[in-house]
């Protein structure tokens, strides 16, 4: 009963939550190569999937609304799936975290804006 009660819910809150816009600040790659040792954000998705969308928006929400630089990029699995099997990305949405050429890093599944705010945070301080 729980699991179930959990599913619908589940199916609710993503059923409302806004898709992004046309208009994107993710700065599109097809494969992963940094020359410094800046923290990087690449997000792994598909453009043709509802879910991505509502991450992306949540992404979205984050640059414009935090006074850090943080640099995000994406890669659209279904015009790059290369680099989806390079690093071993199990499933999308999802956001690897990058020091220069270096995994820190996994966000599986939408992640809230205050949540993605936290991580952000975190991996300045850490890393």
Do not use: W
Request: glycine share 4%; charged share 25%; aromatic share 14%.
């Amino acid at each position: 009963m729980f699991y179930i009660l959990t599913v619908i819910i589940s199916e609710i809150r993503i059923k409302q939550m806004p898709l992004a816009s046309a208009k994107t600040n993710l700065i599109e790659l097809d494969g992963i190569k940094f020359e410094d040792d800046n923290i990087r954000f690449v997000f792994f998705h598909d453009s043709n999937s509802i879910l991505c969308e509502k991450m992306r928006f949540n992404i979205e929400q984050f640059i414009d609304n935090e006074p850090y630089i943080i640099y995000f990029y994406s890669i659209d699995i279904s015009k790059y799936p290369k680099a989806f099997y390079e690093h071993n990305v199990s499933g999308i949405p999802n956001i690897l975290v990058f020091k220069g050429n270096r995994e820190v890093k996994r966000i599986m599944g939408i992640v809230p804006f205050e949540n993605l705010k936290m991580i952000a945070q975190t991996l300045k301080e850490d890393v």
